[in-house]
């Protein structure tokens, strides 16, 4: 039996793509522990996987919480260490904690110095291969076997939908920040989606796939969405809003946490979302999905994307392109 | 096919002044000049060889230049590296990522072999470049292996080149029965002292029935020339590798053995009539076993002959230097085998 201790302080998708580890750690030998540090974001989230015993949140800016940590680590004399999101942060931090083996995935070679000193097998999470491919290598330096199939959701109960009924067999359409120019990375090409083509994409939507449209978003607020309920939806209860057009036929699910989400994906037919946590969780589920990607970073949607076989790619442009290459899409 | 500029990295044997003129590198350099390919050499332990710099130790620094200015006068469409171990993990990242372009491949022969010798180090030589390279080729077959990833990773035979393995031992009657040779590495070239070779407990009950040319056992091996003279001697071979046998693994040397006429016998669990008919290769499962067989081909010549013949025409026609050496390119820029023979692993 070994002690595992995992960083991985980034996004959900990226938690979710780390199963394949601690799945393969689970599979060496059940009695396996395994550990996660992760942001305070990511902790609830976490908290609902069986197989992880312990959660660190990890937050630069609260130096209580990392001394605290940092105790607790130490006391538990794990085994291995493994730093998976690559962040210099984790890095930093590591160094100073008890383990047999120190093991990092890295985006970048630096701070070479402290690589050699504290590190005992260090590599790079490069895009030249996918990242199952990647996992697999270091599934290998572990001495571990990668599964084949990837199962994210072992040990993982979804949360039952409450709009069930109404989400069954229905189009997911997930409209987060990644939708909306300056919410994100400044240089992705945007989909100018506002209140007043949000009709033309919904017409598109209905046409080619002749299902119900759920809207989704984020817990982020978004001035534009808010425009679009006002303008179009009328409330039905806290988060649900009904088309004043279409009715029950389109609704509005408004700031639903991540398991929400993961429920509703399950009892959706197809799935068009930004790529990110929700293609991974879609993937997982076995939902059809298009997911958006920049054009520009192909590879690294690729790197992604490339082991997810009913995910299809669809690039970033103007709402109208966007709508032309949905049309085009075959499952 | 389009023929491609290709850089081969990998070691030449320059400064072993023709001592192993026979090695598989220069097997299957031989195979991509003869398809056609325009190729460019960089032997890369004989550069790191020739200068020795003690800020610059092991000649690391010399050899990534060597290959970057290799790269920019040349511009290689793929490039092909054998066991090039003396550049570390970030060096091969930092090529692949100035070169984004160029195709990237490795072949390995040494075994990756659990129970077999020198694992743990095979493995992380083989691992170096693996991450980097967009094929991967090794001498074991990938399903036997669960480290590797089959859409990565390929099998491939040692290389039999027409030019090198030019003798016919069937043609004649030899003085000798059995050839077998065996070493403590051909780049050392003599025996270690203390070291324990699992091969030579069954080197001691080789049947006394039987005439033999024995060398790594007690006597130095042999190398050049004076290895082909030797076994030139011999109708018979007994390949031997180190380490429990693993499937399709081999050492090098059984291209030697079928290529040159000789009749040979090898481990049933190396799985090799995969490839060849029992009267083309001779397979035994224990001493016992191989004893009984050495005695009755040294008795029925005729039948020994035939084999060996049989054996060594397959083994020109199936592991052909010129086919794997195609089998790489083709693999490596995804291009269409149209040819089918019994070690691919598409």
């Not at chain 1, 799945?23 to 992880?52: G, P, R």
């Not at chain 1, 006391?75 to 008890?98: A, P, Q, V, W």
């Not at chain 2, 390929?154 to 029965?177: A, C, G, V």
């Not at chain 2, 024995?214 to 290895?227: A, H």
């Amino acid at each position: 039996m070994n002690k595992y201790l995992i960083f991985r302080t980034d996004r959900i998708g990226d938690f979710i793509f780390s199963r394949v580890l601690t799945q393969a750690i689970k599979k060496k030998n059940s009695k396996n522990i395994i550990d996660i540090v992760c942001s305070k974001y990511n902790h609830d989230y976490i908290k609902k996987y069986k197989d992880i015993r312990n959660i660190y949140p990890f937050d630069k800016y609260d130096p209580l919480l990392l001394v605290k940590n940092f105790l607790k680590i130490n006391n538990e004399n794990y085994d291995y260490i493994i730093i998976l999101d690559g962040k210099r942060r984790s890095l930093f931090y590591s160094i100073f904690l008890k383990s047999k083996y120190k093991i990092a995935v890295l985006k970048d070679f630096r701070p070479s110095i402290f690589l050699r000193l504290f590190f005992d097998k260090y590599f790079i999470n490069t895009e030249f291969n996918d990242q199952y491919y990647n996992f697999s290598i270091l599934c290998n330096y572990l001495h571990l076997v990668i599964p084949n199939k990837i199962n994210y959701f072992e040990s993982h109960v979804i949360l039952k939908d409450k709009y069930k009924t109404l989400t069954k067999g229905a189009l997911m359409l997930h409209l987060d920040e990644k939708w909306f120019e300056e919410l994100y990375h400044h240089d992705y090409k945007y989909m100018n989606l506002n209140y007043q083509n949000f009709n033309f994409l919904i017409k598109n939507i209905f046409k080619k796939f002749k299902k119900n449209i759920i809207i989704t978003t984020g817990t982020r607020k978004i001035k534009e969405l808010d425009k679009i309920i006002n303008l179009y939806f009328q409330k039905k209860n806290d988060n649900l809003y009904y088309s004043k057009k279409y009715f029950k036929k389109l609704i509005f699910i408004q700031k639903s946490s991540f398991l929400e989400l993961e429920s509703i994906a399950k009892n959706c037919k197809i799935i068009i979302c930004c790529e990110g946590a929700i293609s991974h969780v879609s993937h997982a589920l076995k939902v059809n999905t298009i997911a958006l990607v920049n054009k520009n970073n192909l590879e690294t949607a690729l790197y992604w994307t490339n082991h997810m076989d009913q995910v299809r790619l669809v690039y970033r442009d103007k709402l109208k392109e966007v709508c032309r290459q949905i049309n085009k899409v075959q499952f | 096919m389009k023929k491609f500029k290709i850089l081969h990295i990998a070691d030449l044997h320059i400064r072993h002044n023709a001592r192993l003129f026979y090695s598989t590198g220069k097997k299957l350099n031989n195979g991509f000049i003869l398809n056609g390919h325009n190729v460019v050499n960089i032997s890369d332990r004989d550069v790191t060889n020739q200068n020795k710099n003690i800020f610059d130790i092991g000649s690391r620094k010399l050899l990534y230049k060597t290959i970057k200015h290799n790269i920019e006068n040349f511009k290689p469409d793929l490039i092909i590296m054998g066991h090039v171990d003396r550049l570390n993990y970030e060096t091969f990242y930092n090529l692949k990522k100035r070169y984004s372009s160029i195709r990237f491949s490795q072949w390995f022969l040494d075994p990756l072999n659990k129970n077999g010798p020198d694992f743990q180090k095979n493995k992380d030589r083989f691992y170096l470049k693996y991450q980097f390279c967009d094929s991967n080729f090794i001498t074991t077959a990938v399903d036997a292996l669960d480290f590797v990833s089959p859409n990565k990773t390929f099998f491939i035979p040692n290389p039999i080149d027409s030019s090198i393995d030019i003798y016919r031992n069937y043609e004649s009657n030899k003085p000798i029965d059995l050839f077998l040779a065996i070493s403590h590495g051909q780049h050392r070239g003599t025996l270690k002292h203390d070291f324990i070779d699992d091969r030579v407990n069954l080197i001691k009950k080789i049947s006394n029935k039987i005439s033999s040319n024995i060398f790594g056992y007690k006597k130095n091996p042999v190398w050049g020339q004076k290895f082909f003279d030797e076994l030139n001697n011999c109708s018979m071979a007994l390949n031997l590798s180190r380490g429990k046998p693993i499937k399709h693994y081999s050492s090098d040397r059984i291209a030697s053995l079928m290529g040159n006429g000789l009749l040979t016998f090898i481990h049933e669990d190396y799985k090799y009539s995969d490839f060849f008919n029992l009267d083309e290769l001779v397979t035994f499962k224990n001493i016992n076993d191989l004893n009984k067989k050495l005695v009755f081909f040294k008795k029925n010549i005729k039948l020994q002959k035939k084999i060996a013949k049989k054996g060594c025409e397959k083994a020109h026609k199936i592991f052909d230097n010129k086919i794997i050496a195609d089998f790489i390119v083709r693999k490596t820029m995804q291009i269409k085998f149209n040819n089918k023979y019994s070690w691919f692993n598409e």
